[in-house]
Protein backbone atom coordinates (compact mmCIF):
# COMPACT_ATOMS: atom_id res chain seq x y z
CA UNK A 1 0.00 0.00 0.00
CA UNK A 2 0.82 3.77 0.12
CA UNK A 3 3.39 5.27 2.72
CA UNK A 4 3.63 8.23 3.86
CA UNK A 5 6.46 9.38 5.86
CA UNK A 6 6.28 11.83 7.71
CA UNK A 7 9.01 14.54 9.31
CA UNK A 8 10.52 15.23 11.77
CA UNK A 9 9.19 11.88 14.28
CA UNK A 10 9.49 14.46 17.36
CA UNK A 11 10.11 18.29 17.93
CA UNK A 12 11.58 20.00 20.93
CA UNK A 13 10.81 23.70 20.82
CA UNK A 14 10.36 26.85 22.82
CA UNK A 15 6.85 28.46 23.26
CA UNK A 16 7.01 31.43 20.48
CA UNK A 17 8.39 29.50 17.90
CA UNK A 18 7.30 28.53 14.54
CA UNK A 19 6.91 24.77 13.43
CA UNK A 20 7.36 22.92 10.02
CA UNK A 21 6.79 19.73 9.61
CA UNK A 22 6.25 17.79 6.57
CA UNK A 23 4.97 14.60 5.26
CA UNK A 24 6.17 12.82 2.19
CA UNK A 25 5.54 10.11 -0.34
CA UNK A 26 7.00 7.89 -3.24
CA UNK A 27 3.67 8.17 -4.67
CA UNK A 28 1.12 11.31 -5.90
CA UNK A 29 -2.14 12.08 -3.70
CA UNK A 30 -4.81 13.87 -4.93
CA UNK A 31 -5.83 15.30 -0.98
CA UNK A 32 -4.32 15.88 1.93
CA UNK A 33 -4.87 15.89 5.32
CA UNK A 34 -3.76 17.06 8.21
CA UNK A 35 -5.02 16.07 12.28
CA UNK A 36 -3.69 16.67 15.91
CA UNK A 37 -4.19 14.42 18.60
CA UNK A 38 -4.35 15.02 21.98
CA UNK A 39 -3.40 11.93 24.45
CA UNK A 40 -6.60 9.95 25.38
CA UNK A 41 -8.20 11.51 22.40
CA UNK A 42 -8.99 10.98 18.66
CA UNK A 43 -7.42 13.11 15.62
CA UNK A 44 -9.51 16.21 15.14
CA UNK A 45 -8.79 17.49 11.46
CA UNK A 46 -7.00 21.15 11.13
CA UNK A 47 -6.77 21.48 7.36
CA UNK A 48 -7.97 19.72 3.85
CA UNK A 49 -6.05 20.30 1.02
CA UNK A 50 -7.60 19.36 -2.86
CA UNK A 51 -5.47 20.95 -5.12
CA UNK A 52 -1.57 20.93 -5.97
CA UNK A 53 0.14 24.26 -4.60
CA UNK A 54 -3.31 25.01 -2.62
CA UNK A 55 -2.14 26.99 0.60
CA UNK A 56 -4.29 26.99 3.07
CA UNK A 57 -4.84 28.96 6.66
CA UNK A 58 -6.27 27.85 9.58
CA UNK A 59 -5.53 30.87 12.49
CA UNK A 60 -1.89 30.31 12.92
CA UNK A 61 -1.84 26.75 11.34
CA UNK A 62 -1.49 26.95 7.31
CA UNK A 63 -0.43 23.82 5.27
CA UNK A 64 0.55 23.42 2.00
CA UNK A 65 -0.21 20.78 -0.69
CA UNK A 66 3.10 20.15 -2.68
CA UNK A 67 3.35 21.31 -6.56
CA UNK A 68 4.85 17.51 -7.31
CA UNK A 69 1.48 16.05 -5.19
CA UNK A 70 4.02 14.08 -3.65
CA UNK A 71 4.39 16.15 0.23
CA UNK A 72 2.56 18.54 2.60
CA UNK A 73 4.01 20.61 5.06
CA UNK A 74 2.32 21.99 8.20
CA UNK A 75 3.40 25.45 9.40
CA UNK A 76 2.60 26.33 13.14
CA UNK A 77 3.22 30.10 13.71
CA UNK A 78 3.90 31.47 17.30
CA UNK A 79 3.50 28.02 19.28
CA UNK A 80 1.39 28.31 22.19
CA UNK A 81 1.47 25.10 25.08
CA UNK A 82 -1.43 23.97 23.49
CA UNK A 83 -0.32 23.19 20.20
CA UNK A 84 1.31 20.25 22.16
CA UNK A 85 0.54 16.68 20.76
CA UNK A 86 0.39 14.24 17.61
CA UNK A 87 0.73 15.83 14.47
CA UNK A 88 -0.93 13.81 11.52
CA UNK A 89 -0.75 14.04 7.71
CA UNK A 90 -2.76 11.67 5.78
CA UNK A 91 -3.40 11.39 2.03
CA UNK A 92 -5.61 9.65 -0.49
CA UNK A 93 -4.07 8.65 -4.21
CA UNK A 94 -5.97 9.21 -6.85
CA UNK A 95 -7.21 5.61 -7.73
CA UNK A 96 -9.18 6.54 -4.86
CA UNK A 97 -11.19 9.18 -6.45
CA UNK A 98 -14.70 8.00 -5.63
CA UNK A 99 -14.14 9.00 -1.57
CA UNK A 100 -14.17 6.26 1.11
CA UNK A 101 -12.02 5.52 3.74
CA UNK A 102 -9.91 2.64 2.14
CA UNK A 103 -7.45 5.18 0.66
CA UNK A 104 -6.67 7.39 3.66
CA UNK A 105 -3.46 6.76 4.54
CA UNK A 106 -1.92 8.06 7.48
CA UNK A 107 1.65 9.11 8.44
CA UNK A 108 3.07 7.51 12.07
CA UNK A 109 2.61 11.51 13.08
CA UNK A 110 5.16 14.49 14.84
CA UNK A 111 5.28 14.52 18.09
CA UNK A 112 5.65 18.28 19.14
CA UNK A 113 6.87 19.22 22.54
CA UNK A 114 6.84 22.24 23.77
CA UNK A 115 9.18 23.82 26.61
CA UNK A 116 8.08 27.05 28.27
CA UNK B 1 -23.30 20.06 16.83
CA UNK B 2 -22.23 16.66 18.63
CA UNK B 3 -19.59 14.85 17.76
CA UNK B 4 -18.97 11.49 16.92
CA UNK B 5 -19.22 9.56 20.29
CA UNK B 6 -17.78 6.50 21.10
CA UNK B 7 -19.01 3.79 23.98
CA UNK B 8 -17.29 2.75 26.02
CA UNK B 9 -14.38 4.41 26.63
CA UNK B 10 -11.85 2.28 28.44
CA UNK B 11 -12.40 -1.37 28.06
CA UNK B 12 -10.04 -4.49 29.23
CA UNK B 13 -10.80 -7.94 28.41
CA UNK B 14 -8.79 -11.38 28.68
CA UNK B 15 -7.35 -13.44 25.74
CA UNK B 16 -10.25 -15.58 23.97
CA UNK B 17 -13.17 -13.33 24.91
CA UNK B 18 -14.84 -11.23 22.29
CA UNK B 19 -15.97 -7.46 22.34
CA UNK B 20 -18.21 -5.04 21.07
CA UNK B 21 -17.38 -1.43 20.88
CA UNK B 22 -20.21 1.13 19.53
CA UNK B 23 -19.50 4.53 17.60
CA UNK B 24 -22.50 7.09 16.92
CA UNK B 25 -21.29 9.34 14.08
CA UNK B 26 -22.06 13.58 13.67
CA UNK B 27 -26.00 13.96 13.25
CA UNK B 28 -25.87 14.05 9.32
CA UNK B 29 -22.92 11.56 8.52
CA UNK B 30 -23.82 8.50 6.88
CA UNK B 31 -20.86 7.23 6.32
CA UNK B 32 -18.40 5.06 9.66
CA UNK B 33 -14.82 4.11 9.29
CA UNK B 34 -13.27 2.52 11.79
CA UNK B 35 -9.24 2.51 12.80
CA UNK B 36 -7.00 0.22 14.72
CA UNK B 37 -3.93 2.55 16.53
CA UNK B 38 -0.88 1.15 18.08
CA UNK B 39 2.14 2.73 18.86
CA UNK B 40 4.27 0.26 16.50
CA UNK B 41 1.69 0.62 13.09
CA UNK B 42 -0.20 3.92 13.72
CA UNK B 43 -3.46 4.52 12.10
CA UNK B 44 -4.61 1.57 10.72
CA UNK B 45 -7.93 1.49 8.45
CA UNK B 46 -10.59 -1.36 9.73
CA UNK B 47 -13.37 -1.03 7.72
CA UNK B 48 -15.77 1.35 6.31
CA UNK B 49 -19.45 1.29 6.45
CA UNK B 50 -22.19 3.35 4.17
CA UNK B 51 -26.06 2.54 4.27
CA UNK B 52 -25.34 -0.46 6.35
CA UNK B 53 -23.12 -1.98 3.98
CA UNK B 54 -19.61 -2.36 4.24
CA UNK B 55 -17.96 -0.94 1.39
CA UNK B 56 -14.16 -1.13 2.05
CA UNK B 57 -12.31 -3.39 4.49
CA UNK B 58 -8.72 -2.94 5.51
CA UNK B 59 -6.10 -5.89 5.83
CA UNK B 60 -7.13 -7.27 9.13
CA UNK B 61 -8.09 -11.10 10.03
CA UNK B 62 -12.39 -12.55 9.76
CA UNK B 63 -12.13 -11.71 13.56
CA UNK B 64 -12.79 -8.24 13.41
CA UNK B 65 -16.64 -7.52 11.45
CA UNK B 66 -18.84 -4.94 11.97
CA UNK B 67 -22.26 -3.69 11.08
CA UNK B 68 -23.96 -0.26 10.73
CA UNK B 69 -27.44 0.03 11.74
CA UNK B 70 -30.11 2.52 9.86
CA UNK B 71 -29.47 5.38 12.08
CA UNK B 72 -26.07 4.93 10.97
CA UNK B 73 -24.51 4.06 14.44
CA UNK B 74 -22.00 1.45 14.11
CA UNK B 75 -20.60 -1.42 15.90
CA UNK B 76 -17.80 -3.38 15.45
CA UNK B 77 -16.91 -6.78 16.94
CA UNK B 78 -13.71 -8.48 17.96
CA UNK B 79 -13.87 -12.21 18.58
CA UNK B 80 -11.59 -14.59 20.35
CA UNK B 81 -9.02 -11.64 21.26
CA UNK B 82 -5.55 -11.89 21.43
CA UNK B 83 -3.06 -9.33 23.25
CA UNK B 84 -1.62 -7.72 20.12
CA UNK B 85 -5.23 -6.41 19.47
CA UNK B 86 -4.82 -4.30 22.74
CA UNK B 87 -5.30 -0.58 20.91
CA UNK B 88 -6.98 2.52 20.57
CA UNK B 89 -10.23 1.80 18.16
CA UNK B 90 -11.14 5.05 16.63
CA UNK B 91 -14.37 5.40 14.53
CA UNK B 92 -14.60 7.97 11.99
CA UNK B 93 -17.43 9.98 10.47
CA UNK B 94 -18.35 11.52 6.73
CA UNK B 95 -21.67 12.89 5.01
CA UNK B 96 -20.74 10.12 2.29
CA UNK B 97 -18.33 8.05 1.03
CA UNK B 98 -17.58 10.68 -1.45
CA UNK B 99 -16.88 13.12 1.56
CA UNK B 100 -12.70 12.92 2.05
CA UNK B 101 -12.87 15.26 5.39
CA UNK B 102 -13.90 12.92 8.29
CA UNK B 103 -14.07 13.59 11.97
CA UNK B 104 -12.98 10.97 14.66
CA UNK B 105 -14.28 10.51 17.59
CA UNK B 106 -12.15 10.14 21.06
CA UNK B 107 -11.47 6.15 20.45
CA UNK B 108 -11.97 3.02 22.71
CA UNK B 109 -9.26 1.91 24.66
CA UNK B 110 -9.24 -1.71 24.53
CA UNK B 111 -6.68 -3.81 26.76
CA UNK B 112 -6.32 -7.58 26.17
CA UNK B 113 -4.54 -9.24 29.55
Known amino acids: GQQLNQSPQSMFIQEGEDVSMNCTSS?????WLWYKQDPGEGPVLLIA?????ELTSNGRLTAQFGITRKDSFLNISASIPSDVGIYFC????????????????FGKGTHLIIQP | KAGVTQTPRYLIKTRGQQVTLSCSPI?????VSWYQQTPGQGLQFLFEYFSETQRNKGNFPGRFSGRQFSNSRSEMNVSTLELGDSALYLC????????????FGPGTRLTVT
Open chain 2, 27 to 31: SGHRS
Open chain 1, 27 to 31: SIFNT
Open chain 2, 92 to 103: ASSLSPREYEQY
Open chain 1, 49 to 53: LYKAG
Open chain 1, 90 to 105: AGRPPQYSGGGADGLT
